[in-house]
């Protein structure tokens, strides 16, 4: 088994995923970009991780309707 945390289970998936989090960062206000990110604090990832979670729970709730 794998260590990393990160693996796409389904590789087509990828760019998809990609772009999800580049609209949830941009909804939320930092500034994600497609190269280097270590610049930004914990918080800001955070926050990222939160509002995508947040959106596949709408998400989710709103098929179950």
Do not use: H, I
């Amino acid at each position: 088994m794998s260590s990393s945390r990160n693996r796409v289970l389904v590789p087509e998936a990828k760019e998809a995923l990609n772009k999800f989090k580049m609209e949830a960062a941009n909804e939320v206000g930092t500034p994600l970009t497609n190269g280097y990110n270590g610049d930004l604090t914990s918080r800001q990832n955070g926050s990222v991780g939160g509002q995508m979670v947040k959106k596949m729970v709408e998400d989710y709730e709103n098929r179950l309707k």
